[in-house]
């Protein structure tokens, strides 16, 4: 079993910036694949980040790419998620997951292990 946490979330104005944090335990070596899904009012959960854990690879969804960092720190078994320029569109819960997957971002049934989410707000 992985156990994530997630924390970081918040209100922030359209244009700021914000810095979840993801905080992995237990049985991380089963995993090797790491990364942040959303869920915004009314749409379905869509990945947005994720970064291979063995050689450090990043995928990101293309309306956050260039916005949005992800990094992993190996001690702490943490994965952080900078997120810079936030937009409205970008208002959501947002998940930390962890599974095992080849390449690219795992739709929502590879990931094996999720936390209970972090809300980000946007205001205009």
């Known amino acids: 079993q992985v156990h994530l946490v997630e924390s970081g979330g918040g209100s922030v104005q359209a244009g700021g910036s914000l810095r979840l944090s993801c905080k992995a335990s237990?049985?991380?070596?089963?995993?090797?694949?790491m990364g942040w899904f959303r869920q915004g009012p009314g749409k379905e959960r869509e990945g947005v980040a994720v970064?291979?854990?063995?050689?450090?690879?990043?995928f990101y969804a293309h309306s956050v790419k260039d916005r949005f960092t992800i990094s992993e720190d190996n001690i702490e078994n943490t994965v952080y998620l900078q997120m810079n320029n936030l937009k409205p569109e970008d208002a959501a819960m947002y998940y930390c997951?962890?599974?095992?997957?080849?390449?690219?971002?795992?739709?929502?049934?590879?990931?094996?292990?999720w936390g209970k989410g972090t809300l980000v707000t946007i205001s205009s």
């Open positions: 997951a962890a599974g095992f997957y080849a390449y690219g971002i795992p739709p929502d049934s590879s990931m094996d292990y």
């Open positions: 237990g049985a991380t070596g089963s995993t090797n694949v």
């Open positions: 970064i291979y854990t063995g050689g450090g690879a990043t």
